[in-house]
């Protein structure tokens, strides 16, 4: 069974850049399309990119177009994701999490992910 551990999150100041990493362990990412979500109290958890196993088919939310890169690295087992120009509406916890289905039709669904890490907190201040 894959186990996730994000990390990199921490305070940082409005336009910014930060990366977030995802370790997997237990099963070889190879196999696994991934995301990225994050969610703020009160509010449901939020697509921010995926990327199929493959290395590409990536997506990302118009909220963060042109702002973060998702990648992955297979024979580290690990999972990046790259954040400039940051904004104090960027501030979340920041999720990785398995994706499970058919990738292409439902990359941005949160019901769609059955593993997920426990989180790593961004906050952007202005």
């Known amino acids: 069974q894959v186990q996730l551990v994000e990390s990199g999150g921490r305070l940082v100041q409005t336009g910014d850049s930060l990366r977030l990493s995802c370790a997997a362990s237990g099963v070889p990412l190879y196999n696994l399309n991934m995301a990225w979500f994050r969610q703020v109290p009160g509010k449901r958890r939020e697509f921010v990119a995926s990327i199929h196993l493959s290395g590409g088919n990536i997506h990302y939310a118009d909220s963060v177009k042109g702002r973060f890169t998702i990648s992955r690295d297979n024979a580290k087992n690990t999972m990046s994701l790259q954040m400039s120009s940051l904004k104090p509406e960027d501030t979340a916890m920041y999720y990785c999490?398995?994706?499970?289905?058919?990738?292409?039709?439902?990359?941005?669904?949160?019901?769609?992910?059955?593993?997920w890490g426990q989180g790593t907190q961004v906050t952007v201040s202005s």
């Open positions: 999490a398995v994706h499970s289905g058919t990738y292409s039709v439902s990359y941005s669904f949160s019901g769609s992910y059955n593993t």
